[in-house]
């Protein structure tokens, strides 16, 4: 059974700029939720949805959005990016919507220059 | 904003050695993970340990859970250099569906 897998791995984008990543879950699972890591800020919750719809939203500008498919596809945009959004953008899915346990994907390194 | 810490924050021992990672955390929860990250790398689930639960194991893993004191334990016994990494915990509370809060994790090196 494949595992969470996320694209592009890595990427590069200038200020201002604007960038979308992909999340495919597990097969047969409904909730995907997007997490950013940094040094500073270690692993903080930007968004989940379930059956297509947001679900619960993290404390982030509204630069960030996502959205979800028929699929459990996702994707994830941040738009007008700025240096502090360099990240690792990491993508988890779930059975259902609260007390299952939740994978990850390996992730999606995005740098701002 | 994290939703507790980590103890400690970095951990060196030999192989073969046990390694005790703490977690802490703020609000009452209905389960706590534990996952471990390589350098640059996606989080690798560990174990995921319920509110009514006090004690979970799998393989070389045992996990403790006090919600009366809001702290849990992850104990790896005789370490390996492959156990290299860092460690955390992560809990979701109440009806925030799979809104995951970190701890700061565990830094842990295994010396061959």
């Known amino acids: 059974k494949a595992g969470v897998t996320q694209t592009p791995r890595y990427l590069i984008k200038t200020r201002g700029q604007q960038v979308t990543l992909s999340c495919s879950p597990i097969s047969g699972h409904r909730s995907v939720s997007w997490y950013q890591q940094t040094p500073g800020q270690g692993l903080q919750f930007l968004f989940e949805y379930f059956s297509e719809t947001q679900r619960n939203k993290g404390n982030f500008p509204g630069r960030f959005s996502g959205r979800q498919f028929s699929n459990s596809r996702s994707e994830m945009n941040v738009s007008t990016l700025e240096l502090g959004d360099s990240a690792l953008y990491l993508c988890?899915?779930?059975?259902?919507?609260?007390?299952?346990?939740?994978?990850f994907g390996e992730g999606s390194w995005l740098t701002v220059v | 904003s994290q939703q507790g810490e980590e103890d400690p924050q970095a951990l060196s021992i030999q192989e073969g050695e046990n390694a005790t990672m703490n977690c802490s955390y703020k609000?009452?929860?209905?389960?706590l993970q534990w996952y471990r990250q390589n350098s640059g790398r996606g989080l690798v689930h560990l174990i995921l340990?319920?509110?009514?639960?006090r004690e979970k194991h799998s393989g070389r893993l045992r996990v403790t859970l006090d919600t009366s004191k809001k702290s849990s334990s992850l104990l790896i016994t005789a370490s390996r250099a492959a156990d290299t990494a860092s460690y955390f915990c992560a809990t979701d509370a109440g009806n925030a569906g799979n809104m995951l809060t970190f701890g700061g994790g565990t830094r842990l090196m295994v010396k061959p």
């Open positions: 609000t009452s929860i209905n389960n």
């Open positions: 988890a899915s779930s059975l259902g919507t609260g007390g299952n346990t939740i994978y």
């Open positions: 340990i319920r509110s009514n639960e």
